[in-house]
C-alpha cells in the first residue's frame, strides 16, 4: 500500500488507516436474504423461448444469490467466483433490484446496505477498486468509475425510493473523499502520488493537463494506456451532477455543491476540446483514451464505462450525432476490439484473449440500439452464448460458446435482467443522472 496522496495530511492518513483496522476486526459472518418481490418477478417470467426463460430467471435471481449480510448490518456483494466486491460491479449488480425497491422492504434494506458499505469502503481507500467482507483493500487499481458507481447508485436510490435516509454522516465522508481525489487526480503529475506496479514506470505515461481527471486503470481492471479515459470521465460529470444535487438539496450544503458543479463543467469541457477528434471514415468521434499531448487511442472495451455505453450512463442521448458516429466506428471491422465469430460478433477487452466478445458489451448494444431488430439479434446471440448452465459470463470464443472465462460473474447476469426488463418488458430505464442538467454543457 503506498503512503501519501499529493496534498492528503498524516491525520487523514491515519485515521483511514484506524477505520480500516476497525472494520477489519468486525466478525466475518454473514446471513442470506431472500427477496420475496424478486422470486416472485422470476418465476412469473414465462416465454414461448425456454432457453430465453431460463436465462432471465437465473439472472435476475443471481444478485441475490451473491449478496449476504455482513455482521455490521451493511450488504456485501461479491462478484462472483473472486471472494471480493468490486465497487463498480456490486453498483451494477444493485440496479435492476431499484425496480422493486419502492414496493418491497426487503429490497430496501439490501440496497441501503449496499450504499453504506460503499461509503465506508471509500472512506478506507478511495484509490481502492475492491474490497473484502473485512474491510480490506483487495485490489488498489485507481479507477476513476469506482467513483462515480457508488454515487450515482445512492442517487438512484433516493430517486427510486424517496428515502433520504442513505445520506448519513459515512456517505457524506464519501462524498468528501470522492471529490478531493477526483480534484487532485486532475493533475496528477504535480499533486498526485498514487503509482501502481502494472503502470509504465509506475506512474503511468506522460500527460497535459486537460481539466478531466486522471485514471490509472480501466473498468476491465487493466492500466490505461494513455491516462484519461474518455468513457470514466464522461461518468464521472454525471456522478458530479448527482452529487451537487445530493449537496444541495439533501446535505444543504451550497458551498460544495457549487465545488461539484465547477468539477463537473471542467471535466466536460475537457472531453470536448481533447476527446472529441475527426477521424477520416467517421468524422468527429469519441476517443477511448488520450494524453493531452495530442495522442489518442481508438477502441473500445467491454466493460462498463464504454464509450458504447455513454447514453447508458445518462452522459448524452442515443441520437447524438457524434455518439452515432463512434458507435457506427466501434461496431466496424475498424475497432480492433470488435471480433466476428460464426456464433456472434461483438466488443471484447484486453483483459481476455484476442477475438473473444463479452456479453456485456453484447447486451450494451442492445440497449443503445434504435432498432426492435437490433434488440432481438443480441438476444439471439446471448441465448448462442450459454454454454449450458443459463448463465452469461465473462466472454466466450465466438466460434465455440464452450469455451469461456469466469464460471461465476455477477455483472453480466445483472445488466442483462435490467435489459430484458426495459427492452422487452415495459419497464421505463433508469436514469443515471438528470439528463436536463446536462443541457447547459451541451457543445
Not at 471480493?84 to 440496479?95: G, I, K, V
Not at 435516509?165 to 504535480?190: C, N, V, W, Y
Not at 475527426?278 to 468521434?285: A, K, M, R, V
Not at 471484447?348 to 426492435?372: C, F, K, N, R, Y
Request: glycine share 6%.
Amino acid at each position: 500500500m503506498y503512503m501519501g496522496r499529493g496534498r492528503s495530511s498524516m491525520l487523514a492518513r491515519l485515521a483511514a488507516c484506524v477505520l480500516a483496522a476497525f472494520f477489519a476486526l468486525q466478525p466475518a459472518t454473514a446471513s442470506a436474504l431472500e427477496f420475496q418481490s424478486i422470486i416472485q418477478a422470476a418465476s412469473s417470467y414465462h416465454n414461448a423461448d425456454a432457453h430465453l426463460e431460463a436465462l432471465y430467471r437465473t439472472a435476475l435471481l443471481d444478485t441475490g444469490r451473491q449478496a449476504t449480510i455482513a455482521a455490521d448490518g451493511t450488504t456485501y456483494v461479491k462478484t462472483g467466483d473472486i471472494p471480493a466486491e468490486w465497487l463498480r460491479d456490486s453498483s451494477a449488480q444493485a440496479r435492476p433490484y431499484l425496480y422493486f425497491a419502492k414496493s418491497d422492504p426487503q429490497v430496501r434494506s439490501l440496497l441501503h446496505g449496499i450504499i453504506a458499505r460503499q461509503a465506508k469502503y471509500l472512506q478506507v481507500d478511495p484509490y481502492a477498486n475492491a474490497f473484502t467482507l473485512e474491510y480490506r483493500v483487495w485490489e488498489q487499481k485507481f479507477e476513476l468509475d469506482s467513483l462515480a458507481y457508488p454515487i450515482i447508485l445512492a442517487w438512484n436510490y433516493w430517486k427510486a425510493t424517496g428515502d433520504k435516509s442513505i445520506f448519513t454522516g459515512d456517505e457524506s465522508l464519501a462524498l468528501d473523499k470522492t471529490l478531493d481525489t477526483m480534484q487532485r487526480e486532475q493533475d496528477h503529475p504535480r499533486n498526485s502520488r498514487y503509482t501502481h506496479k502494472e503502470m509504465v514506470d509506475q506512474r503511468g505515461r506522460p500527460v497535459g493537463y486537460t481539466g478531466m481527471i486522471w485514471s490509472g486503470f480501466r473498468p476491465s481492471d487493466d492500466a490505461c494506456y494513455f491516462n484519461f479515459l474518455i468513457p470514466s470521465n464522461m461518468m464521472a460529470v454525471v456522478a458530479l451532477g448527482d452529487m451537487s444535487e445530493i449537496e444541495r438539496d439533501v446535505y444543504h450544503n451550497l458551498i460544495k455543491a457549487h465545488q461539484d458543479k465547477s468539477l463537473e463543467q471542467e471535466v466536460q469541457k475537457g472531453i470536448q476540446t481533447y476527446g472529441l477528434l475527426s477521424t477520416p471514415n467517421y468524422g468527429y468521434i469519441y476517443a477511448y483514451e488520450v494524453d493531452g499531448l495530442g495522442d489518442a487511442v481508438f477502441t473500445d472495451d467491454a466493460n462498463i464505462p464504454s464509450l458504447l455505453s455513454a447514453p447508458y450512463i445518462g452522459y448524452l442521448k442515443s441520437s447524438d450525432k457524434y455518439y452515432q458516429s463512434t458507435r457506427r466506428f466501434l461496431l466496424s471491422a475498424d475497432n480492433p476490439t470488435y471480433y466476428t465469430g460464426s456464433r456472434a460478433r461483438g466488443i471484447g477487452s484486453q483483459h481476455t484473449a484476442d477475438h473473444w466478445v463479452w456479453p456485456l458489451a453484447l447486451i450494451m448494444e442492445g440497449m443503445t440500439a434504435t432498432s426492435s431488430t437490433e434488440q432481438r439479434d443480441v438476444v439471439n446471440e446471448l441465448i448462442a452464448s450459454d454454454p449450458g448452465d443459463h448463465k452469461l459470463h465473462e466472454s466466450f470464443d465466438p466460434n465455440d460458446p464452450s469455451k469461456f472465462t469466469r464460471v461465476d460473474f455477477g455483472w453480466p447476469n445483472a445488466l442483462f435482467s435490467e435489459y430484458m426488463m426495459t427492452a422487452f418488458g415495459g419497464v421505463p430505464e433508469i436514469p443515471m443522472g438528470d439528463s436536463t442538467d446536462l443541457e447547459y454543457l451541451a457543445r
